[in-house]
């Protein structure tokens, strides 16, 4: 089977859009579902069965630091003890079909923020974790 390596995708025709807003300083991101299972054994039998019991979803975002889009979302969700309601929306897109893999994550919490990191003649980065509860694939590549 021949593999057309002008089809494997690239992050710089990746987009993320935070509650309808393109974010144009973020640098990368992670959004992964991982399953919780309860382990089951049985007398007489030397195998551990696992059952489904739901999953967790979390991620990172990295941004190179331009603004106080963090602070502006969550800054301060902490001190009045009100989280906004998040949304994220991936878009990775191929280059040689046009087509795009689509994914949206919604009640989204930034489980941690920065509200100082710097370093003399260092770009600024803030690494921003994230978990949430639900998840839709919008669009797929065939």
């Keep these: 089977m021949a593999i057309d390596v002008n089809r494997v995708l690239h992050g710089d025709k990746g987009y993320v859009w935070v509650n309808g807003k ?6 990368s991101i992670e959004l992964k579902v ?11 039998d030397s195998a551990t069965y696992n059952r489904f019991t739901g999953w967790t979803g979390e991620g990172t975002m990295t941004l190179q630091k331009i603004d106080s889009t963090v602070l502006d979302l969550v800054g301060d969700s902490y001190n ?3 989280m906004p309601n998040i949304k994220i929306i991936t878009k990775l ?7 795009s893999e689509r994914v949206a994550v919604s009640d989204v919490i930034i489980s941690e923020f920065m509200l100082a990191k710097f370093e003399g003649k260092a770009p600024v980065e803030e690494e921003i974790p994230i978990k949430f509860s639900h998840y839709e694939i919008l669009e797929k590549i065939s």
Aim: proline fraction near 0%.
């Design 93 to 99: 897109t191929d280059d040689q079909t046009g087509k």
């Design 22 to 27: 393109l974010l144009s300083q973020l640098k």
């Design 80 to 82: 009045t003890s009100i």
């Design 34 to 44: 991982t399953g919780n299972f309860e382990e089951l054994n049985f007398c007489g």
